[in-house]
């Protein structure tokens, strides 16, 4: 995965990955395996994907992104691609 353009998701993303963890590890007493906490590198994406996302409004276009992390091996009918779709932030920069 390509490092976030936006910096402040990489800032944040190791102690949003240590949130998750301690909320899925409480989680995991109720409810066994009932999830898998994403990476820093995952968050970072999410955070990165968000921020850019946020942007369009300034451009006169209201967004509508909903974002959720799941792994492909829980998904019922995961999507998988060998490569991953550009994030708005790399279209935008194209010259």
């Known amino acids: 995965m390509a490092p976030p353009l936006y910096p402040a998701a990489q800032t944040h993303?190791?102690?949003?990955?240590?949130?998750?963890?301690?909320h899925t590890e409480a989680a995991e007493h109720a409810v066994p395996a009932c999830a898998v906490p994403p990476d820093a590198e995952a968050i970072a994406a999410l955070v990165d994907a968000a921020f850019w996302a946020s942007l369009q409004r300034e451009e006169g276009y209201t967004p509508e992104i909903s974002l959720a992390f799941l792994s492909h091996v829980?998904?019922?009918?995961?999507?998988?691609?060998?490569?991953?779709p550009p994030t708005?932030?790399?279209i935008s920069n194209q010259p």
């Open 13 to 22: 993303a190791a102690r949003l990955a240590e949130h998750f963890a301690k």
């Open 74 to 84: 829980r998904a019922k009918d995961p999507l998988l691609t060998l490569k991953a």
């Open 88 to 90: 708005y932030a790399a």
